[in-house]
C-alpha cells in the first residue's frame, strides 16, 4: 500500500504565504500526474493546481499568479507555494496522485487525508 502525507497548513494572516508538501511513500514504481484539490464547508472539492511528471501545470484561475506547485521527483514530494491568501482560500486541502505501485501494472488514484489552511485575522 502507499499513502500520500500532507504538512504545512495551519492558520495564517490575509496577504501571508504557506507551504504545503505532501511525500508519496510505499512501493512506488513511478508517479504520473500529482496535484494539489481543496474544498471548503459546504462547497464540493475543486482543483487548485496540478503538475505532470514533465513539469507541465495548470491552475484554477481563482489562485493563478499567487500560489505556484512545484515537485521533487527524487523524493516523491509535491509542494505548493500559496502567496497572497486571502479569507475565500481556507480550505482543507487535499494532495493527490496517479501511484504506479509495485507489482502492479496500473496507476492508481491516490489521496492524502488533507491539511486544514485558514486565513484569517
Known amino acids: 500500500q502507499a499513502q500520500l502525507v500532507e504538512s504545512g497548513g495551519g492558520l495564517v494572516q490575509p496577504g501571508g504565504s504557506l507551504r504545503l508538501s505532501c511525500v508519496a511513500s510505499?512501493?512506488?514504481?513511478?508517479?504520473?500526474?500529482m496535484g494539489w484539490y481543496r474544498q471548503a464547508p459546504g462547497k464540493q472539492r475543486e482543483l487548485v493546481a496540478r503538475?505532470?511528471?514533465?513539469?507541465?501545470?495548470n491552475y484554477a484561475d481563482s489562485v493563478k499568479g499567487r500560489f505556484t506547485i512545484s515537485r521533487d521527483n527524487a523524493k516523491n514530494t509535491v509542494y505548493l507555494q500559496m502567496n497572497s491568501l486571502n479569507p475565500e482560500d481556507t480550505a482543507v486541502y487535499y494532495c493527490?496522485?496517479?501511484?504506479?505501485?509495485?507489482?502492479?501494472?496500473?496507476?492508481?488514484?491516490?489521496w492524502g487525508q488533507g491539511t486544514q489552511v485558514t486565513v484569517s485575522s
Open positions: 510505499g512501493r512506488i514504481f513511478n508517479i504520473r500526474d
Open positions: 493527490n496522485a496517479d501511484l504506479l505501485l509495485a507489482p502492479s501494472i496500473e496507476y492508481a488514484d491516490t
Open positions: 503538475i505532470e511528471s514533465s513539469g507541465n501545470t
